[in-house]
């Protein structure tokens, strides 16, 4: 598709299960970021990509939350022991090079945990 | 700890007003400050502000940065229904990494 691509778009899960978030970006972005957003809130940076390597992963809350991108397209966003606090909605996001800070933005993936 | 403040938080007008959306920032090495609109659920790009006193304009909507005094305003003329959304404003610091640290936004509601 056209756009950034994220799977899926809703999540439940139970206190203490594994998640994983999947982000498809567009074609030819190199940069790839990932943001949390609760309601009433600004987005929250998790960790950035350039390529395959996470060029800024300041954002991650703990060691439960870790991201990966193998091929420097698709990225798997993963939580592990997931707690009610991680509810909220996974926004991925991607630019393409020499614009950054123009970001284009999946639907996002809400993750409820129960 | 770089902070993006937005004011207000929200906002009530009718079709056909003028509104104002406040940002001021605190961020190390600022380059850019950016708006962002979010209807439902992906925010889409607006304006990026990297000189001051430089308006950008597009249709309706214009925006300016005030890098001595660190803040930024969008203007909407002439609202109508479909301005109703949440702005984001964020700022990017030079160099190194490119996150983006957005504000809470403004809810912003344009009744007919």
């Known amino acids: 598709g056209a756009g950034v691509s994220q799977t899926p778009s809703n999540k439940v899960t139970e206190k203490g299960k594994y998640v994983e978030l999947r982000c498809d970006p567009i074609?030819?972005?190199?940069?790839l970021y990932w943001y949390r957003q609760s309601l009433g809130q600004g987005p929250e940076f998790l960790i950035y990509?350039?390529?395959?390597?996470?060029?800024?992963d300041s954002g991650l809350p703990n060691d439960r939350f870790f991201a990966v991108r193998p091929e420097g397209s698709v990225s798997t966003l993963k939580i592990q022991r997931t707690e009610r606090g991680d509810s909220a909605v996974y926004l991925c996001?991607?630019?393409?090079?020499?614009?950054?800070?123009?970001?284009?933005f999946g639907e996002g993936s809400r993750l409820t945990v129960l | 700890e770089d902070k993006v403040v937005q004011s207000p938080l929200s906002l009530v007008v009718h079709e056909g007003d003028t509104v104002t959306l406040n940002c001021s920032y605190e961020v190390t090495n600022f380059r850019s400050l950016l708006w962002y609109k979010q209807e439902k659920k992906a925010p889409t790009f607006l304006f990026m502000l990297?000189?001051?006193?430089i308006e950008k304009k597009s249709g309706r909507l214009s925006s300016i940065l005030d890098k001595k005094e660190l803040f930024s305003i969008l203007n909407i003329t002439a609202t109508q229904t479909g301005d109703s959304a949440v702005y984001l404003c964020?700022?990017?610091?030079?160099?190194?990494?490119?996150?983006?640290?957005f504000g809470k936004g403004t809810k912003l509601t344009v009744n007919p």
């Open positions: 990297t000189s001051s006193g």
């Open positions: 964020a700022g990017v610091r030079q160099g190194g990494s490119e996150k983006l640290v």
């Open positions: 996001a991607s630019s393409p090079p020499g614009r950054a800070g123009e970001l284009f």
């Open positions: 990509f350039q390529g395959t390597g996470a060029a800024d």
């Open positions: 074609s030819g972005h190199t940069a």
